[in-house]
């Protein structure tokens, strides 16, 4: 477990890029670059933290948490001591626990921070990261009805929320 560097970019665009071509899980349809998973993921303007977890067969999964976007242009906006979060298994590691190894990491990270509450913004047709989010103490706080993917399609995103303060 260790903070995600630049140079785990190619790791981390296949694990997610995977996920990615199965589809139905995520909200990104498009895949990752070295430079796209960087400036998103690794490195982007509001980062708290972005944790990785390897074992002897690689990348496991990683998690990213960043203050919400104070100039989100879309519905949802979030308020400017919240903060958002981005969890993602390796599709033949899901189910192991990654993501609670994971969990503590962002919270501390996200504690040290000052952040109030954290947010997970989820397609409300991936059940998994809805059991996994409610698992960790998130509860429903809002749901965004038919926000269209990249390619237009229409998808209900559930929204569940951890306070810290």
């Not at 190619?10 to 670059?33: E, K, P, V, W, Y």
């Not at 990491?105 to 990261?129: E, K, M, P, S, Y």
Request: hydrophobic share 45%; with cysteine; aromatic share 8%.
């Amino acid at each position: 477990m260790r903070a995600a560097a630049p140079g785990d970019a190619d790791a981390m665009c296949s694990l997610l890029n995977r996920i990615i071509a199965i589809g139905g899980s995520t909200a990104h349809l498009q895949g990752f670059d070295r430079d796209r998973m960087i400036g998103h993921y690794i490195c982007p303007p509001l980062k708290i933290a972005c944790t990785l977890v390897e074992d002897g067969k690689g990348l496991a999964g990683f998690q990213a948490l960043e203050w919400c976007d104070p100039d989100w242009p879309g519905p949802g906006k979030l308020p400017p001591d919240w903060a958002v979060i981005a969890s993602f298994v390796a599709v033949d590691r899901q189910g192991q626990g990654i993501g609670g190894m994971l969990w503590p990491h962002t919270l501390a990270a996200a504690r040290v921070a000052g952040v109030r509450a954290i947010d997970a913004t989820i397609r409300a047709d991936n059940r998994a990261g809805l059991r996994y989010y409610s698992s960790l103490g998130f509860v429903d706080h809002d749901r965004l009805a038919a926000i269209p993917l990249s390619d237009g399609t229409p998808v209900d995103r559930a929204r569940k929320s951890y306070r810290l303060a």
